[in-house]
DNA sequence: GTGGTCTAGACCACG
DNA sequence: GTGGTCTAGACCACC
C-alpha cells in the first residue's frame, strides 16, 4: 500500500485512494491477480474509515479494474497492455475535458496552455 | 450576465459563478469600472438565492478583481493589462498543478500529456 | 474643504466627514464663528450625497461643535482653548477605550502597546 | 467556548467570534490541533445561527488559524511560538494603523497618544 | 435604491 | 456524526 493521504485537501479521501490505486494499476506496478489488502486491514494501515476502503473498492470494480470474490478478496483484474492504455488514457481523456474547458474560458489558445504547462510540470 | 448555470454539476453555484466572472474580467470583456448588477437582481436573473451571488461577490472581491461600494454596487477593479494577464495567469497556473499532478500519477511525460491534449482541445 | 473620503473604506462617508471636520476645528484650523459651505456646494464639491453631508453636519452640531442659523448657514461654534481641548481629548479617549479593549483582548501590556504603536506611528 | 457576544455592538457577530476566538488560539489558550466544537453545536450555545458561525470559522481558516476537515471537525492550526507572535502581532498592527490614523488626525504627537493611553488602560 | 447581516430550516456528501 | 451548500425571508445602515 504505498498511498498518500491528505485530510485537508479538497478532494475526498475515497477519491484519492481510487485515483492513486487506479493508477498504479494501469502503470502496471500492481500485477495482474495481485490481492488487494482486505478492506479491514487497508482501514487501518491508512487510519482511514473502513467505509471510505470500501467506497474506493466499489469505484475500482465499477471501472473493471479490480473483481471481488466474496470471501477471499479484490484481485486486480487481467489486462492486456493495450486494454491498460486504453483504459489509462480514458480516464485522463476524461479529466482533461474538464481541465481544458477551464482553460478555454480564459480564452487560452492552446499554444498558451502549452506554454503555462510546461512551466508548471 | 453571461452567465450559464448547471445545477447538476459537483461544483457548487457560487465557484461556477465566480469562474465564470473571474474569466471575463480577466479576458476584458467586463470593462474597469463596470457595475455589476445589484446582488438581488443578479440572484433573480439567475435563478439562485441572493446569498448564493453574494458569496460568488465576495469571492471576486477578495482576488480583488471586483470592489464593494456599500449603498452603491459592486465594480470591476481598474486593472492594467499586465495586471490582468497575471491574474489571469496565477489563477491558470494553480489550477494546472492540481491537473499536472493527476497526469504525472499515470506516469506521463509532458509530450504524451500534449499529445493527448491536443486530441481533446 | 480639505477633505478626503475614501469610498472604499468600511467607514461610513458620513463618518469621515464629521471626524475630519471635528479634528479640524478642535485644532483650530477652523476659526470661531467661521461659516460652513452650504451642504448643497459641499455635496457637489465632495461629490457625495447631500444626505450624507446632512448627516456629518447633525452630527456636528449634536457635539456641539457647529450651530444652525436656518437661513443663514452653519458655523463653528466658538470655544475656548479649554473647551477645546476637552472636547478633543474626550473624543480621542472615547475612542481609545475601544482601540484598548482590542488590544487586551490579546492579552498585551501597556508596554507591548506603546512598542508595537511605536512602530506602527 | 468562552465567548462573550453582544447583540448591540456595532461589530457583527461573526466578526466578534473571530477576533475572540483569534486571540484566544494567539494567546495560547486554544492548544494546536485542538477540535472547535461542530458548528451547529456551537450555534446552540452562543445562540446565533449556524451561518453566523461557519462565517466565524470561515475567517479563522483564512487566516491560517484553523484548519477544516470535512466530516470531521475544525482543528486549530499547529504554530510555533514565533509564528503566533509574527500573527498576533500583524493582527494588532494592522488596527493600529487604523487606529493611529485617528489619533493623527487630530494632530496628537505620540507623546501625546501614549499619555492618553496610559489613563485609559 | 444599494449592500450587510442574521435567521431558520433544508438537503447533500463525506466518514 | 461532521461540514458544505442552498433557500426564502427578514431587518438594518447607508446613500
Given at each position: 500500500m504505498n498511498i498518500a493521504i491528505s485530510?485537508?485537501?479538497?478532494?475526498p479521501i475515497y477519491q484519492q485512494l481510487f485515483e492513486q490505486i487506479s493508477a498504479q494499476i494501469l502503470k502496471g506496478e500492481l500485477e495482474s491477480a495481485y490481492c488487494l489488502p482486505p478492506i479491514r486491514q487497508a482501514a487501518t494501515e491508512l487510519r482511514v474509515s473502513i467505509i471510505t476502503v470500501k467506497k474506493a473498492w466499489e469505484e475500482l470494480e465499477r471501472h473493471g479494474l479490480i473483481y471481488t470474490v466474496t470471501g477471499k478478496g479484490c484481485f486486480v483484474t487481467e489486462l492486456s497492455s493495450d486494454d491498460m492504455l486504453q483504459k489509462r488514457n480514458d480516464m485522463i481523456r476524461m479529466q482533461m475535458i474538464i481541465d481544458t474547458s477551464y482553460y478555454k474560458s480564459f480564452g487560452l489558445t492552446i499554444e498558451e496552455v502549452f506554454e503555462l504547462l510546461k512551466e508548471v510540470y
Amino acid at each position: 500500500m504505498n498511498i498518500a493521504i491528505s485530510n485537508t485537501s479538497e478532494k475526498p479521501i475515497y477519491q484519492q485512494l481510487f485515483e492513486q490505486i487506479s493508477a498504479q494499476i494501469l502503470k502496471g506496478e500492481l500485477e495482474s491477480a495481485y490481492c488487494l489488502p482486505p478492506i479491514r486491514q487497508a482501514a487501518t494501515e491508512l487510519r482511514v474509515s473502513i467505509i471510505t476502503v470500501k467506497k474506493a473498492w466499489e469505484e475500482l470494480e465499477r471501472h473493471g479494474l479490480i473483481y471481488t470474490v466474496t470471501g477471499k478478496g479484490c484481485f486486480v483484474t487481467e489486462l492486456s497492455s493495450d486494454d491498460m492504455l486504453q483504459k489509462r488514457n480514458d480516464m485522463i481523456r476524461m479529466q482533461m475535458i474538464i481541465d481544458t474547458s477551464y482553460y478555454k474560458s480564459f480564452g487560452l489558445t492552446i499554444e498558451e496552455v502549452f506554454e503555462l504547462l510546461k512551466e508548471v510540470y
